[in-house]
């Protein structure tokens, strides 16, 4: 059937070049857009002027020497009304238009017996022929991994996906402008990198040829912000892509974006304070309320935030302190709970994975989650009251973990022996250890100020809009459909 329809607008097509007619030019005569002559439609009709609208047919009824067809573009959809005694090659035009060209009418506003406000046009000029019929036309667009791979048609077909993109961008201009507005400088730092690091991820890698070089990309931007604030600067930010070689979920992707800050002379308290208020703040300019839904449930962001000790709900859900366990505790733990890992895990991974599996689910209202055991952040500083914690805070809602920050570690030689454990955690099988990075220690050495760093990626988004990762992507990563 396809084919068949593909087959008649190809004729058309021939149609258009036949009579001498492009059916892709390249100049566009359009002086309105459709939001703007239907806001001003009664002038337009009070001084008989002519407007030139462009956009795509979504609509088409021949009603016998009358043609309606209704045009849209980005910000509106308008009723044009084609007369056979007033458009001298009516026939032609009548024959060769399909919902889903692209056209430029131009005509006189005029309101129709139903009394809808509609373009009477005096002549028309085809910009683009379609020749694949819109999926609305045949069986429409239901499958989500056919709507994913075709965003451009899930756009096309649903209304509801452009406004979820339009408050997408209002997140991220929410985020500059606010840590513009707190004083922080936003800088760009490399994609591809020499050796990966930040973040507990595998990551990609890539061959530079001109400098016959072993590449990465960044699946983190810590590293290279860090030395930023030990060259001077005191507060800065990026925003922008990070790559994870890992799996998907509802709640991972290969690539997404993500920001990260740096604050010099301050530590994770700070933070707590500094992200409630930025969050919220973004999460107001983007929703409208500070009010949302998960998954059936109302999330109510205005609250103040409690914080919750990271052992002390672990234990209460586990009956012992991660912080204090032995390996064979937690492995002999992990069988009980019926929880899948490779024996040669460390024990840091092996709390990571309890607490996913036990705590965070009964997470739901917003929380500051803070100082895990220090096995989990190799790049943390140490708490002052305990050197077995480090000085984390995490904030969690919706069973997620949302945003991550903590002190950062500053001191070189406790540096150095942490990412030497990790090479070494790398070394035996774990890909998401972090590598040993010898110019970054180098970086400290010259002096790096107390700090604190905070982080989040497109996640938050995802969860106040309450859909999956990949569905608030406009181009998720796809595995290619064989032919």
Known sequence: MID???HERKRKLEVLKNAGLSPYPGKVLRTHVIHEFLSYFARFKKTGKKVVLAGRIVGLRNQGGVLFFDIRDEGGMVQCVAKKELLKNYETIADILD???FVEVRGNAFITKSGQKSVQINSLRMLTKSLRPLPSQWHGLHDIETRLRKRY?????DPNLKE???KKEKFWAAVREFLIKEGFHEVETPVLVPIPGGADAEPFQTHHNALDETFFLRISLEIPLKKIIAGGFEKVFEIGRVFRNEGIDREHLQDFTFMEFYWAYHDYH??????ERMVK???KKTTGSLSTNFQGRKINWSKKWNVIQYCEIFKKINHFDPSHATLDVLQKHAQKINLEFDPSLSKGRLIDLIYKKTVRPTLIEPVFLINP????????KRTDENPKLAARMQIVACGTELGNGYTELNDPIDQRE??????RLKLEGDKEAQSFDEDFIEAMEYGMPPMAGFGFSERLFAVLMDRPMREAVIFPLMRRKKT
């Open 164 to 166: 979820l993109f339009l």
């Open 418 to 423: 942490r990412l030497k454990e990790q090479e």
């Open 373 to 380: 055991p220090i096995e989990l952040v190799p790049l943390a």
């Open 281 to 283: 703040e973004v999460i």
């Open 99 to 101: 919902i889903g060209d």
């Open 4 to 6: 068949d329809l593909m």
């Open 153 to 157: 048609l899930d756009l096309l077909s």
């Open 270 to 275: 700070d933070l707590m304070r500094l992200t």
